[in-house]
């Protein structure tokens, strides 16, 4: 019975995974399609479907993920947590009130490290990551994964990326990003460039550690899938359904991977026990205090800004201020995320910090399968 049941959580990964690269490779032909037919897609139809993604679809799964983060956790470490998230996102939002200009450069910067990290995380715990062997590695991983949702929607769709950025920057200055803008056409090109050198060396390098289990092949076919992906797909609506249906999906597969791995027998001696009642009472207030931090953010910031609304579509105005207000919260998302992944990964709990009725759980079902 145990053995079925880590069976079952191995195939509901496969699951996760499978359905990100399938929503991609399904939305490349649709697109691939419509541009075929030469159709047009307005633009406040694409920010539309971008807020739908972001806000319905992918909102959800980032409180998720702070509440798998801070369920298990002492509550020392949780107040830690929540105050270091809003410090970082107070000071994200004065940066951007100051030099809006910086702060769109960072909020980028937030995107690529957000895609790219989580999904060389993923790699790691699913399908492997043997053939990446060298922190050089890691991050030249890190910017072919992630770039793919910057830097190729800059190249390939210009117009769409400037004005959003002149929408974005506008909510503090509304003459927008004024005469940098002149320059983008000199720095789309040289963006391209370096990101296809960032890739060709992600894949040599990756290709000359391969070590025959299939891991470099994987994490090339689905860098190009990405690539091709925002290289198809009008920005807008790429970003906004991404990280809903490749993100967040493949962060599903990643969590189901690292919960399945419990730590040994040995482990369990000595953990004292811990009554249900409080336990559950403590994940309250962790989905309590989450939904309030992240309210808080909000408000703070739509009330910081001169302007958040700068345009006359509302539609567009919500994805200049949705963009800008994702990386306010993904900053420290990234930031406190990468320093636990440090260790043994964002959702490793010390065995003796687990519920009682969870160590029970997973005694019954894994241990005896994984020894």
Not at 50 to 67: D, K, Q, S, T
Not at 95 to 112: D, E, M, N, R
Not at 170 to 192: K, V
Request: hydrophobic share 50%; aromatic share 12%.
């Amino acid at each position: 019975m145990s053995t079925v049941h880590a069976r079952n959580l191995f195939d509901i990964t496969t699951v996760a995974l499978t359905t990100s690269r399938a929503s991609i490779v399904g939305l490349i032909i649709i697109f691939l399609g419509i541009r075929l037919l030469n159709i047009s897609i307005p633009l406040e139809t694409q920010a539309a479907i971008y807020l739908v993604g972001m806000v319905a679809l992918n909102l959800p799964h980032g409180g998720y993920e702070h509440f798998m983060n801070l369920r298990r956790r002492a509550m020392k470490f949780r107040g830690k947590y929540i105050l270091g998230y809003l410090l970082m996102a107070g000071g994200f939002i004065g940066l951007f009130l100051l030099a809006p200009i910086v702060g769109l450069a960072l909020s980028i910067g937030i995107a690529v490290a957000k895609g790219g990290g989580g999904d060389i995380y993923v790699l790691k715990s699913t399908t492997g990551a043997e053939h990446i062997k060298s922190t050089i590695q890691m991050y030249l991983a890190v910017g072919a994964r992630g770039g793919a949702v910057m830097a190729v929607p800059i190249v390939a769709f210009p117009e769409s990326f400037h004005r959003f950025s002149e929408l974005m920057v506008s909510m503090i200055h509304p003459e927008g990003i004024g005469a940098i803008g002149s320059y983008f056409s000199i720095t789309g090109p040289l963006i391209g460039i370096g990101y296809g050198l960032v890739f060709i060396g992600h894949v040599w390098l990756g290709f000359r550690n391969r070590e025959g289990t299939g891991s470099w092949e994987i994490d090339v076919a689905e860098t190009i899938l990405l690539v091709v992906y925002f290289a198809i797909v009008p920005v807008v609506i790429a970003v906004g359904l991404y990280f809903p249906l490749w993100y967040s999906a493949r962060q599903i597969a990643r969590e189901l991977s690292v919960d399945k791995s419990p730590t040994t027998q040995t482990d369990i001696l000595g953990c004292p026990e811990t009554d249900p009642t409080s336990v559950a009472l403590r994940a309250w207030f962790v989905l309590i205090a989450g939904a309030l931090a992240t309210a808080s953010v909000v408000v703070v910031f739509w009330f910081a800004i001169p302007n958040p609304l700068p345009s006359g579509s509302v539609q567009l105005s919500g994805v200049a201020f949705w963009s800008v207000f994702i990386s306010v919260i993904a900053l420290p998302h990234v930031a406190i995320g990468g320093i636990l992944d440090r260790q043994r990964g964002i959702w490793y709990v010390p065995w003796c910090d687990l519920p009682v009725y969870l160590r029970d759980v997973l005694r019954e079902h894994y241990l005896v399968w994984w020894t």
